[in-house]
């Protein structure tokens, strides 16, 4: 018999959302580490931090790892996406199966891993929260174009502009200057704030949902910026990226 503990069912809808966690962490980390269903851990290049409570899919008390998230959301692929799917964690090893077929994927060690949970204390010393300067929301429509904007101009940079109190999104220098280079979004100056740029990472664009985002001053450090994204899975989950970036002056055309 089956210890309760080491064991639980996804229901189709629920591992189709699994999936779809999966395969955007596998967008900027090798691994996935999970401490009692939560996820705080940086990315392959360090620039973000991720956060996700996963807790509603990974059932498991304690630590998991998954190694080389790419390749096992191709083995979870070959899974009847019909049917219930029962994770099965027995030592280092979690089997997972439908209803007639199972696949074994080994459960990593925190040593030898590139993206390790981030410890809340030591989280709160990386990411400062202090006032709020900005609020925005990204639609579909922009993410989407954002998102192929990441994939073909990966030289560039996603830039926030500010000037005299009014807000654009554009690409950074680099880029195909043919191309409409400033684009529109919703948001709310919350304080006064002088004119400059904000360097944002290109992995939030990676997603075709619309994106919030709000903007902080560093506690420590008004020349730097604390950005925090929530992109929406699904009714009850959502993705949290946090990055820091310099407030840069805004560069003034040569007369």
């Known amino acids: 018999m089956v210890d309760q503990s080491n064991s639980f069912i996804l229901t189709k809808d629920e591992f189709k959302n699994f999936l779809k966690i999966l395969s955007r962490f596998s967008d900027a980390c090798n691994d996935l580490h999970i401490i009692d269903g939560q996820v705080l851990q940086r990315s392959n290049d360090r620039v973000v931090a991720i956060r996700c409570d996963l807790s509603n899919l990974i059932k498991f008390d304690g630590e998991i790892i998954l190694c080389d998230i790419k390749k096992v959301v191709g083995s979870l692929k070959g899974l009847d996406k019909n049917s219930p799917i029962r994770f099965i964690r027995v030592g280092n090893t979690m089997c997972i199966k439908d209803t007639g077929s199972s696949i074994y994927i080994p459960i990593g060690n925190n040593v030898f891993i590139d993206n390790k949970y981030i410890p809340e204390a030591e989280f709160n010393k990386i990411f400062n929260?202090?006032?709020?300067?900005?609020?925005?929301?990204?639609?579909?429509?922009?993410?989407?174009?954002?998102?192929?904007?990441?994939?073909?101009?990966?030289?560039?940079?996603?830039?926030?502009?500010?000037?005299?109190?009014?807000?654009?999104?554009?690409?950074?220098?680099?880029?195909?200057?043919?191309?409409?280079?400033?684009?529109?979004?919703?948001?709310?100056?919350?304080?006064?704030?002088?004119?400059?740029?904000?360097?944002?990472?290109?992995?939030?664009?990676?997603?075709?949902?619309?994106?919030?985002?709000?903007?902080?001053?560093?506690?420590?450090?008004?020349?730097?910026?604390?950005?925090?994204?929530?992109?929406?899975?699904?009714?009850?989950?959502?993705?949290?990226i946090y990055s820091r970036s310099a407030i840069m002056a805004e560069e003034k055309e040569e007369e």
């Open 129 to 240: 929260y202090g006032q709020m300067i900005l609020e925005g929301d990204i639609n579909k429509d922009l993410c989407e174009t954002l998102k192929k904007f990441a994939k073909t101009e990966n030289s560039c940079s996603v830039i926030l502009s500010i000037k005299s109190q009014k807000a654009v999104l554009r690409y950074g220098k680099g880029g195909d200057q043919s191309i409409n280079t400033e684009f529109n979004f919703s948001y709310k100056i919350m304080s006064d704030m002088p004119d400059g740029e904000i360097k944002l990472p290109i992995i939030p664009f990676n997603f075709n949902s619309t994106t919030t985002f709000k903007i902080f001053f560093d506690q420590n450090n008004n020349n730097i910026a604390l950005i925090v994204f929530t992109i929406p899975f699904s009714v009850n989950m959502d993705l949290v």
